[in-house]
């Protein structure tokens, strides 16, 4: 037979991965007396949880142990919810506590804690999520008990503070079995309205009447509700679910009514104020503006105000009369110059030439005779004198 060769650690491995993988071994309620208790400094607490007939190691580690509420010891009759799982080091299966409570307290309480902690898991407390309360919202919804202390302190503050808020009351039961029910019910209703914040609370009580507004579908419901959440359960010292998923939580009904309004009064107040440092903040403009104007009447242009340009214009008409002077002086050279070449010309033209007589001889065709070689005996030639033109017949040249 082949047997499969394992080490301590290995086998020790197995088995815990055997015990982890077993649902039946998770999220366990486990009822007994605690003995051999030994916290340590760094928060972790070790101790046997036993019964009558048996008993089994159990470990606490500091992350959950700060949620336990009042000192434990030996002796102490406890639920603890948790795991159970192994430790592979030493090859024990032990218990791995999430949560404790006194069973004289009841389970109850334990039940709470471990839902706060889920719900905590799952970010529904975070404080990233949490919504502004608008300021001057149009509407403001109301879940309350009808005819409640808490629902008359609510609609009175919030009427003293902002009259011009419309107020929308959603009545529901806030204790007793069919509470929850009654509550969804009344967000639903809220969810289909036009609002901008919305109220859920009632007065104070005991635990075990605010525990509607620790129900799961309660909880989530808030949690996705459309508009921000004031909640307002219970006093000072109330805390329930609605409160740490709710984007504000007020200790009273009329604190509620509070956060969820400006005071309109402050806010005339403030109007006013500002009003009045704006009438005054105007009046020293319009007056340092009056001493602008009256230092900008007072200077020389608006005085005399040919003063700025009765120099520029004497100066304008000299610049005229300069420029006048050298046109003239221009077309007057321009005008020499052109006399002279007129001269010159007239000194190179033709008649001038032939005025002082010289004569131009050309053939019969108009081309003019520059060299005896160009010409034949016996051809005739136009010459051109100072007052007319001949006809002559070569009959000798000679070079």
Do not use: W
Request: glycine letters at 6%.
């Amino acid at each position: 037979m082949n047997l499969t060769l394992y080490s301590v650690t290995s086998l020790n491995r197995y088995i815990k991965q055997k015990f982890d993988s077993d649902i039946s071994l998770k999220g366990l309620k486990l009822k007994g007396e605690i003995s051999n208790f030994k916290p340590y400094s760094n928060g972790h607490i070790y101790f046997t949880l036993k019964d009558e007939n048996s008993s089994i190691k159990a470990v606490m580690f500091s992350e959950y142990t700060k949620y336990i509420k009042g000192p434990i010891k030996d002796g102490d009759e406890i639920v603890a919810v948790g795991f159970v799982s192994t430790y592979p080091a030493r090859g024990e299966y032990q218990f791995y506590c999430q949560a404790i409570e006194l069973a004289g307290l009841g389970q109850q309480l334990l039940e709470l804690e471990m839902l706060k902690k889920k719900l905590a898991a799952e970010g529904l407390f975070n404080q990233s999520r949490k919504r502004e309360i608008k300021l001057y919202p149009r509407a403001i919804g109301v879940i309350c008990a009808p005819n409640s202390a808490a629902l008359s302190d609510i609609e009175k503050n919030i009427r003293l503070r902002n009259p011009f808020v419309e107020l929308k009351i959603f009545p529901s039961l806030v204790q007793g079995n069919e509470a929850p029910k009654s509550l969804l019910k009344a967000l639903k209703d809220a969810e289909n309205t036009d609002i901008d914040t919305l109220i859920i609370g009632r007065g104070g009580g005991a635990s075990e009447d605010l525990s509607a507004f620790n129900d799961e579908s309660l909880v989530r419901a808030v949690a996705k509700f459309p508009v921000p959440v004031i909640a307002a359960v219970g006093h000072e010292i109330d805390f329930t679910l609605i409160d740490y998923v709710a984007d504000a939580r007020a200790s009273t009904p009329t604190g509620a009514a509070v956060l969820s309004t400006i005071d309109m009064h402050e806010v005339m107040q403030r109007v006013d104020a500002t009003a009045s440092r704006l009438d005054e903040a105007m009046k020293n403009k319009i007056t340092l503006l009056r001493h602008k104007l009256d230092s900008l009447i007072n200077r020389p242009f608006f005085i005399n105000p040919q003063s700025m340009y009765k120099t520029t214009l004497v100066e304008v008409e000299n610049m005229k009369k300069r420029l006048d002077q050298a046109v003239t002086y221009l077309i007057q050279s321009r005008k020499d110059r052109l006399k002279m070449y007129e001269k010159q010309l007239q000194s190179l033209s033709i008649d001038s030439v032939l005025s002082r007589g010289f004569a131009m001889m050309q053939t019969s065709d108009g081309e003019v005779i520059t060299s005896v070689s160009q010409i034949n005996i016996d051809q005739e030639l136009k010459t051109q004198l100072k007052d007319g033109c001949i006809t002559t017949k070569v009959i000798k040249k000679e070079k």
